[in-house]
């Protein structure tokens, strides 16, 4: 596993843009798929968007309702994953959570054993 924290939510107007980071601890970082998932109250956990990398191959996925508007990256020198999110609109209100998997190329939740604690985003009309 790794440990992975969460920075960069906030409070934001609607069309403005936010950058959240995740930091990760661990030497085998670069091997994992990152991913971003999301939770509105009274809703559950969905997948936002996921990079995948190693020697052979890389992969992004994305929800279809961030598609166009969020952009996941991955520095794997500095073990830090990054959403910069675009276009927010009041809909992506919620905890949004980092995680780690070593199943490459998914976006299924069970498939990430690292969570990060949750960074607040919140998106006013």
């Known amino acids: 596993q790794v440990q992975l924290v969460e920075s960069g939510g906030g409070l934001v107007q609607a069309g403005d843009s936010l950058r959240l980071s995740c930091a990760a601890s661990g030497r085998t970082f670069s091997s994992y798929t990152m991913g971003w998932f999301r939770q509105a109250p009274g809703k559950e956990r969905e997948f936002v968007a996921a990079?995948?990398?190693?020697?052979?191959?890389?992969?992004?996925r994305y929800a279809d309702s961030v598609k166009g508007r969020f952009t996941i990256s991955r520095d794997n020198a500095e073990n830090t994953v990054y959403l910069q999110m675009d276009a927010l609109k009041p809909e992506d209100t919620a905890v949004y959570y980092c995680a780690g998997s070593r199943v490459f190329y998914t976006k299924v939740a069970e498939d990430f054993d690292s969570w990060g604690q949750g960074t607040q985003v919140t998106v006013s009309s």
């Open positions: 990079i995948s990398w190693s020697s052979w191959s890389s992969g992004i």
